[in-house]
């Protein structure tokens, strides 16, 4: 996790004072960083929030490029990799309920993103549709296994 923690705020800084190729180089190291970590490590929160974080701030730094396409995308891959670790851990209560409220972060985040630009792009509106989709399927889950 240090490796990553050190790749992330590199990347941070490197945003801050405005050297975005420097940022990308950093902020794709750090997202590949927090999926080699993923199934392995055993702070499933903290690896989760890594890979949110690390994914988020690519985004970012994509919007702040207007490069609508690769950030939606970029967003498109957390997505699946946090529905690939789902699948994975299927039993887990816990980690249900982390990957849940990383669903409910993502979904508030580039909503508030794309508000925020005024983004009408189709695919935006795709990709929100399925995260919705998925975060009503974690919590339909969740309730159902926490009654049973």
């Not at 985040?109 to 989709?133: R, S």
């Amino acid at each position: 996790m240090h490796k990553w923690k050190n790749k992330i705020t590199k990347g941070n800084n490197a945003f801050s004072e405005g050297c975005d190729s420097e940022a990308l180089y950093y902020y794709q190291a750090a997202c590949q960083r927090a999926e080699q970590l993923l199934p392995h490590w055993f702070d499933v929160e903290a690896v989760t929030a890594a890979l949110v974080v690390s994914y988020q701030n690519l985004a970012e730094l994509y919007f702040r490029q207007s490069l609508y396409i690769d950030a939606l995308s970029t967003y498109r891959s957390l997505h699946l990799h946090l529905r690939n670790f789902s699948s994975i851990n299927p039993g887990s209560d816990s980690t249900q309920s982390i990957i849940h409220r990383a669903y409910r972060r993502i979904d508030t985040e580039l909503a508030a993103t794309l508000k925020t630009l005024n983004l009408q792009d189709p695919n935006a509106a795709e990709l929100m549709d399925e995260i919705k989709k998925i975060f009503e399927n974690h919590t339909n889950q969740l309730n159902k296994d926490k009654y049973q």
